[in-house]
């Protein structure tokens, strides 16, 4: 039954693929070289709109294909390392617009988790879905205690979907692992098990309350960021209800416009956030795509951005954001044998590369970008076509550096919008010079040592019994060593003495031995010679045995 099913949902991707004209990228495979004619049997080959780029077709595609193929397409946009650029591009413009379920159907899924009845767990419930999503949907409440609120509910049957596809997906990637050679570089069984991973991640729910709650946390009675309260009491693995915020959403430029909103201050607190976000908290939101940004109307001239979905969260290693940090100063000054040195020593590259080399790839994709007004030089790029560089050089960008970069992409293209000559190098560059420097010097050391200091002074009480054991157990091994070699010196002595011994007893043996041949011939002292012969072998089986 599986089976079939699986075979059923094939053909209507292969109908969609071959709807949209995508039987050419498969047909124009090496695998697949010899049947490139059957393209021209394709009707839509020749009814097709032919100015559609491939990125489009592609796009739209996906958009057919359903809300899992539109998430993984999402997920996937954000592998511009291993993408071609203008694909990459379009699938950024994929659009969450899934129809929504049936809000009774949504009641019933709360209830069900809840165990109550809806009137019982909130004083009002809006049946008409705010806003619906390929993974869940919107619905409006009020709590019993008056707090407007919004409730999230997962899509019915959503992980059975997600399972379908991905299996297919991991089969197909298998396939084109094994079979298409100029496919092998995209890594396909690594793509979708990112986006399994980020698509699973999503299916829970409380995971999703977490990060809400850990953001809202790092922004408490921040004047920047506001992040909406988690009503915990009402949350389970596919319900998560929280605070109803009020606010123009970000994408609506004439609004913010008419509000009055101060735009560059706006735009600039986009970057602040966002460096704010990575390298004081270590943890960001990488979603922050222009349908999961409000800001608010109660400070125009200090203006106020407002978050949600927080399905999708990044966090940086501190070696992580050193790296981040100090080749964007590097960029910034233009010193490209820094930023392979940077490279080298922290670990990203073997050991064995050529600094020369991988320096004047850098410069070669940099320089272009340079030449243009400070302005319109973007970080996201700018980070885009170091990966893309380094993948040269066999270097695995981590995910979250992934992540990191298409936030950024999704700020700056934000920024942009609300304010056209927005700066961001003079907003970035001195805050990235002041974190590193709370990262080095004395004030460092000191802070570091403090924040250590209640795990040094637990362990302390242990240290002298974990010197002694150390102590002891090498001072056993010295005594041990010199037994060792005692004991093989007097094993090597006796050997040779008990060597000369058996080369002395062997010589009286074969001695008597002689002497027994030769008086033998005398008849009268035959009764000696048996006597004298037998104590020689006696005597030589003796030294044999003990020696």
Not at 3 to 10: E, Y
């Amino acid at each position: 039954m599986k089976t079939l099913s699986q075979l059923c949902r094939l053909m209507k991707i292969n109908y969609i693929l071959v709807r949209y004209n995508l039987d050419e990228i498969i047909l124009a495979t090496t695998w697949f070289s010899s049947f490139r004619f059957l393209r021209y049997a394709n009707p839509w080959y020749w009814l097709s709109n032919k100015k559609l780029t491939r990125g489009q077709r592609i796009r739209l595609a996906i958009e057919e294909l359903g809300p899992i193929f539109i998430k993984a397409g999402q997920v996937l946009s954000t592998r511009r390392d291993l993408l071609p650029d203008d694909i990459a591009e379009e699938l950024t413009k994929l659009q969450d617009q899934v129809p929504p379920f049936s809000g009774l159907l949504a009641q019933k899924i709360i209830e069900t988790s809840l165990h109550q009845n809806i009137k019982d767990i909130f004083a009002s419930f809006d049946p008409q879905a705010l806003a619906s999503a390929s993974i869940a949907q919107v619905h409006a409440v009020t709590l019993m205690d008056g707090r407007a609120g919004v409730v999230k509910v997962l899509r019915p049957g959503i992980k059975k979907l997600i399972d379908r596809d991905l299996d297919l997906l991991f089969t197909l990637a298998s396939f084109a692992d094994r079979y298409w050679k100029q496919g092998r570089r995209f890594k396909p069984k690594e793509i979708v098990a990112e986006i399994a991973s980020t698509l699973y991640d999503e299916l829970d729910l409380l995971r999703e309350g977490a990060n809400a709650s850990q953001l809202r946390r790092n922004f408490q009675d921040s004047s920047e960021l506001y992040i909406p309260e988690i009503y915990w009491h009402y949350c389970r693995v596919d319900v998560l209800v929280m605070e109803r915020i009020e606010g123009i959403p970000i994408h609506n430029i004439f609004a913010i416009k008419e509000a009055g909103i101060n735009l560059k201050k706006l735009a600039e607190r986009g970057v602040e956030i966002f460096f704010t976000q990575v390298f004081r908290d270590s943890f960001f939101h990488a979603d922050m795509h222009p349908g999961n940004i409000f800001v608010s109307t109660k400070n125009l001239e200090n203006p106020q951005y407002i978050a949600v979905d927080f399905g999708i969260v990044g966090s940086l290693s501190t070696q992580d954001q050193r790296y981040l940090a100090e080749n964007m100063l590097a960029f910034f000054k233009r010193d490209y044998q820094r930023v392979a040195e940077l490279h080298v020593s922290s670990g990203w590259l073997s050991p064995d590369t050529r600094i020369d080399q991988f320096e004047g790839a850098i410069r070669a994709v940099c320089e272009p970008i340079f030449a243009r007004p400070v302005k319109e030089i973007s970080f996201g790029h700018l980070l885009l076509r170091l990966f893309q560089t380094a993948r040269r050089f066999n270097i695995n960008i981590q995910p979250q550096l992934i992540l990191l970069q298409k936030t950024l992409l999704n700020i700056e293209g934000v920024g942009a919008q609300i304010y056209p000559d927005l700066d961001i190098w003079t907003i970035a560059g001195p805050y990235l010079e002041r974190w590193l420097k709370k990262q080095v010097g004395p004030r460092a050391f000191l802070r570091k040592v403090r924040n250590n200091l209640p795990y040094w002074s637990e362990k302390l009480p242990e240290i002298p019994e974990l010197v002694y054991g150390v102590l002891n157990e090498f001072r056993h091994k010295q005594e041990s060593d010199r037994f060792m070699l005692e004991q093989s010196i007097r094993d090597s002595t006796i050997q040779k003495k008990a060597r000369a011994r058996r080369s002395m007893l062997g010589l009286s043996g074969g001695f008597l031995l002689s002497a027994l041949i030769v008086m033998s011939q005398l008849a009268m002292l035959n009764s000696v010679v048996y006597l004298l012969g037998g104590l020689g072998i006696v005597a030589f089986i003796i030294a044999e045995c003990i020696f």
